[in-house]
Structures are given as structure tokens and as C-alpha cells.
């Protein structure tokens, strides 16, 4: 490749189609046919060309439609953070069906800062990848409308997509969560707590407004949301909820993070299980069901989830599928009765629901 050193001059003004064609040692046409792909080249060539992109850093708007004329076989992930055992999970399952087509995957962290995602998934267009998944953070729904994404195959999971070009999955997170809080209800509870991870996510908005339909349907004055993002604030919060004027007698963990931090507070705080305090939480773990008392618990299908994102993504590469309005599929999710909310079953029981596939939900309607 010729001396990819920019003179002074050409220093301070934007990179062009010309740049591009010199550095890569090719015409400019060849560039831009490649670009729009209206003509094959040679697989060195279309190489060359895309180094030149890649450290010239050139990005016209019709950049990540024209990648499409050079097939990477690989896919990307972009995940929040991968030390929660869901986007773990989640993450396993679209490694597998991406082998099962014969693709790689390229994983990535978000870390939940929406600047971070973005600078993410525009290093992985530049990496001439076919598609991506992506969990998107919150509010960070304004970069994927960008020209640039227009020709990208995206699907999310876990929270809709924001752009309703795009597929997504999700579970049945309202209708999940109030079968949780409705369950501790039954059991005569008056005050639950309803405790849950950053409330700007979509899955902890969704999952605190199906416990505000049950404590509202049954005639209780819901709690309200109470945040708890490590374990030490956790048990300072559930020390505070407990000593107050009107403690809650039940608590209803979010998420499986928000379970495990409520865990460690209680072991803290010396508290019994459900004689002090009962629990229920959305998200099943691995030793949700040995732990004593075990955990009474709303599943989601997580392998799943990861699975049909993956399925969704592979079959709109396959038919070069870029649509308009994409399809929100909502599995289903369970609710496993065990003995933390006072319970006394002889094995789990377990309530489940149905796969929905719908064109566009609002968030509030997801059931």
C-alpha cells in the first residue's frame, strides 16, 4: 500500500473518496463502485480499500450500506456488561446459533453509558461486520436513527429497539412482575417493596409499573421505587425501609442483581425468611432453587431470548431484508413458587404464559 502519511496541507480538511482511492493505491472509481456495490473487485483490493476507510477514518453516509457488498462473516454483540449471568447467558446463545451459520461474533461492553455504545457500534461498522445485537442503554436511541445505520441489519434484546426499523425481543416484563407482587399479596402482604437497579432502564420502568397494577388492583398504596446499585447501599436502604414508621413486610427484587444484593442484606442483617420478611423476585439463577429458603421467582426464557435475537438477525441477512417496521416478539416468562414467600410447596410450581410476536408495542401494552 503506497505511504499512508498525509502531508501538512491535507491536514484539518475532511478525508475524501479521492483520499481513499490514493492511499489504497486504486481509482476512485473502484472506490466508489465498491462502495455502492455495483461492481465486484478482487477480495485483496476490496481489502485494501477497506484498510484505507478504516485508517483515514472515512464515513460517508452510504458507508455501512455499501459494506454489505463485502460479507465478513461475523456478527456483533454489544451488552451492557457481561458479569450478570443473563447477558451472559444471553451472549452464549448467540454465539451458538452464529457458529450454527458459520459466523463469528465479536462481543462488546456498553458498560450502560450510551457514548460508549455508540463509539462501539460505529468501530464495528467500520469492521465490515453483517449485523449487530445489541442491549441498548438508556436513552440511547438517537445515534442508531443515523444515516450510517440505515443499511444495517440490528435487532435488539431485553429492551425494545428504538428505532422502529429495527427487530427486537423482550419478555413480558409488566405482566411478569405483577404476578410476582400479586403472589405476596395472596399471602396477606400490605406493604411490599419494590427494589430494583437504575430506574431509567426499560426493564426496571416496565417491571416496577406491573407491581403498581397489582398493589392498585388489590386495594394497596404502592411503595415507591426504591434504587439500590450495590451491596453496600442495600443494606443501608433495607436497615432504613425496615426501622421506618410503616415497613414493608414483603420485598420484590427486579432483577437478579437486586435479589442477590437483598441476599447479602439479610444475611447482614441477620433477618429470617419469611418469618421477618418475605422475598420474590423477577429472574431465576442457578442456585435460586437450594439456597434455604429457596426463592420464589418469575423466569424468563433466557437462553431463548439471545437464541430468537440471533434467529431474527440471520434471517434478515440472509434475505437482505431491511424493512420499514420491524417485529417485537415478547416470550413469555414463569412464575416458580418456592419457599421465600412463605410457600411450603413439595417442588416448584410454575405458572407460564405465550410467545407474542406483534409489529410495534408501547411499552406499557408489552403483555
Same mark, same amino acid.
Given at each position: 500500500?503506497?505511504? @499512508?502519511?498525509?502531508?501538512?496541507?491535507? &491536514?484539518?480538511?475532511? =478525508?475524501?473518496?479521492?483520499?481513499?482511492?490514493?492511499?489504497?493505491?486504486?481509482?476512485?472509481?473502484?472506490?466508489?463502485?465498491?462502495?455502492?456495490?455495483?461492481?465486484?473487485?478482487?477480495?485483496?483490493?476490496a481489502?485494501?480499500?477497506?484498510?484505507?476507510i478504516?485508517?483515514?477514518?472515512?464515513?460517508?453516509?452510504?458507508? &455501512?450500506?455499501?459494506?454489505?457488498?463485502?460479507?465478513?462473516?461475523?456478527?456483533?454483540?454489544?451488552?451492557?456488561?457481561?458479569?450478570?449471568p443473563?447477558f451472559?447467558?444471553c451472549?452464549?446463545?448467540? @454465539?451458538?446459533?452464529?457458529?450454527?451459520?458459520?459466523?463469528?461474533?465479536?462481543?462488546?461492553?456498553?458498560?450502560?453509558?450510551?457514548?460508549?455504545? *455508540? !463509539? *462501539?457500534?460505529?468501530?464495528?461498522?467500520?469492521r465490515?461486520?453483517?449485523?449487530?445485537?445489541?442491549?441498548?442503554?438508556?436513552?440511547?436511541?438517537?445515534?442508531?436513527?443515523?444515516?450510517?445505520?440505515?443499511?444495517?441489519?440490528?435487532?435488539?434484546?431485553?429492551?425494545?429497539?428504538?428505532d422502529?426499523?429495527?427487530?427486537?425481543?423482550?419478555?413480558?416484563?409488566?405482566g411478569?412482575?405483577?404476578?410476582g407482587?400479586?403472589?405476596?399479596?395472596?399471602?396477606?402482604?400490605?406493604?411490599?417493596?419494590?427494589?430494583?437497579?437504575n430506574?431509567?432502564?426499560?426493564?426496571?420502568? &416496565?417491571?416496577?409499573?406491573?407491581?403498581?397494577?397489582? !398493589?392498585?388492583?388489590?386495594?394497596?398504596?404502592?411503595?415507591?421505587?426504591?434504587? +439500590?446499585?450495590?451491596e453496600?447501599e =442495600?443494606?443501608? =436502604?433495607?436497615?432504613?425501609?425496615?426501622?421506618?414508621?410503616?415497613?414493608?413486610?414483603?420485598?420484590? &427484587?427486579?432483577n437478579?442483581?437486586?435479589?442477590?444484593?437483598?441476599?447479602?442484606?439479610?444475611?447482614?442483617?441477620?433477618?429470617?425468611v419469611?418469618?421477618?420478611?418475605?422475598?420474590?423476585?423477577?429472574d431465576?439463577f442457578?442456585?435460586?432453587?437450594?439456597?434455604?429458603?429457596s426463592?420464589?421467582v418469575?423466569?424468563?426464557?433466557?437462553?431463548?431470548?439471545?437464541? !430468537?435475537?440471533?434467529?431474527?438477525?440471520? *434471517?434478515?441477512?440472509?434475505?437482505?431484508?431491511?424493512?420499514?417496521?420491524?417485529?417485537?416478539?415478547?416470550?413469555?416468562?414463569?412464575?416458580?413458587?418456592?419457599?421465600? +414467600?412463605? +410457600?411450603?410447596?413439595?417442588?416448584?410450581?410454575?405458572?407460564?404464559?405465550? =410467545?407474542?410476536t406483534?409489529?410495534?408495542?408501547?411499552?406499557d401494552?408489552?403483555?
Amino acid at each position: 500500500m503506497p505511504n @499512508s502519511k498525509r502531508s501538512s496541507k491535507d &491536514a484539518g480538511r475532511n =478525508t475524501t473518496m479521492a483520499d481513499v482511492a490514493k492511499l489504497a493505491g486504486v481509482g476512485k472509481m473502484t472506490v466508489s463502485r465498491l462502495l455502492s456495490g455495483s461492481a465486484k473487485v478482487s477480495q485483496e483490493t476490496a481489502d485494501r480499500v477497506q484498510r484505507a476507510i478504516r485508517m483515514l477514518n472515512y464515513q460517508p453516509n452510504e458507508l &455501512a450500506r455499501s459494506l454489505r457488498s463485502v460479507h465478513s462473516k461475523t456478527i456483533a454483540l454489544i451488552l451492557p456488561y457481561l458479569y450478570d449471568p443473563f447477558f451472559a447467558t444471553c451472549a452464549h446463545a448467540v @454465539s451458538t446459533v452464529a457458529t450454527q451459520h458459520g459466523y463469528s461474533v465479536l462481543i462488546t461492553t456498553s458498560d450502560e453509558k450510551t457514548e460508549v455504545e *455508540q !463509539m *462501539q457500534a460505529s468501530s464495528m461498522l467500520r469492521r465490515r461486520i453483517d449485523g449487530m445485537i445489541i442491549i441498548p442503554a438508556p436513552h440511547g436511541d438517537g445515534y442508531l436513527r443515523g444515516s450510517e445505520f440505515s443499511g444495517v441489519h440490528v435487532v435488539t434484546l431485553d429492551r425494545p429497539a428504538p428505532d422502529s426499523r429495527f427487530d427486537s425481543v423482550v419478555v413480558n416484563n409488566r405482566g411478569g412482575a405483577r404476578a410476582g407482587a400479586m403472589h405476596l399479596i395472596e399471602h396477606g402482604h400490605e406493604r411490599i417493596a419494590f427494589v430494583g437497579l437504575n430506574k431509567s432502564l426499560y426493564t426496571m420502568q &416496565a417491571r416496577y409499573a406491573g407491581y403498581r397494577d397489582a !398493589m392498585v388492583n388489590e386495594g394497596r398504596q404502592p411503595g415507591a421505587y426504591v434504587q +439500590c446499585t450495590s451491596e453496600e447501599e =442495600t443494606v443501608t =436502604t433495607v436497615h432504613s425501609l425496615l426501622t421506618g414508621s410503616k415497613p414493608p413486610t414483603a420485598l420484590f &427484587a427486579a432483577n437478579n442483581l437486586t435479589m442477590r444484593y437483598l441476599l447479602h442484606a439479610v444475611n447482614v442483617l441477620r433477618l429470617d425468611v419469611p418469618g421477618q420478611i418475605a422475598l420474590a423476585g423477577f429472574d431465576d439463577f442457578d442456585i435460586a432453587d437450594v439456597l434455604q429458603p429457596s426463592l420464589t421467582v418469575v423466569r424468563q426464557p433466557v437462553y431463548q431470548v439471545g437464541e !430468537m435475537a440471533a434467529n431474527l438477525l440471520f *434471517q434478515r441477512i440472509a434475505r437482505g431484508e431491511y424493512p420499514s417496521k420491524g417485529t417485537r416478539v415478547v416470550l413469555p416468562v414463569e412464575l416458580v413458587i418456592r419457599r421465600s +414467600c412463605g +410457600c411450603h410447596p413439595h417442588g416448584s410450581t410454575i405458572l407460564r404464559g405465550k =410467545t407474542q410476536t406483534v409489529e410495534q408495542q408501547v411499552e406499557d401494552q408489552e403483555e
